[in-house]
């Protein structure tokens, strides 16, 4: 079982930045940050392949966002870089992993093992 552990969210005002992080149990080979808005369905934004440290972004955060993955005091994390943040980008942010080696980084139901959530309220 991996368990993951979202933080980092907040209120900003348009073109700040902030930065998430997901501490995780477990190596897994991939991680991805998806968010998902009222009233819509939850979408992937940034990935990870943890083996190579390939990464994968949507282009809505294309430029403005970064993914990374580090190892902590033996403590597994993954962060997303958020800058030039726009309202657009407010939403509730999950970050989630999957011992999968291929397939689409951006579908939901290939992830197996998600955290809790972080809100992120991006104002004008």
């Known amino acids: 079982q991996v368990h993951l552990v979202e933080s980092g969210g907040g209120s900003v005002q348009a073109g700040g930045s902030l930065r998430l992080s997901c501490a995780y149990s477990?190596?897994?080979?991939?991680m991805a940050w998806f968010r998902q808005a009222p009233g819509k369905e939850r979408e992937g934004v940034a990935a990870i392949g943890t083996p190579t440290g390939t990464t994968y972004y949507s282009t809505s955060v294309k430029g403005r966002f970064t993914v990374s993955v580090s190892q902590e005091n033996a403590k597994g994390m993954m962060y997303l870089e958020m800058n030039s943040l726009k309202p657009e980008d407010t939403a509730m942010y999950y970050c989630?992993?999957?011992?999968?080696?291929?397939?689409?980084?951006?579908?939901?139901?290939?992830?197996?093992?998600w955290g809790q959530g972080t809100q992120v309220i991006v104002s004008s």
């Open positions: 989630a992993a999957t011992y999968l080696w291929s397939g689409d980084f951006f579908r939901a139901d290939e992830y197996q093992y």
């Open positions: 477990h190596k897994t080979n991939r």
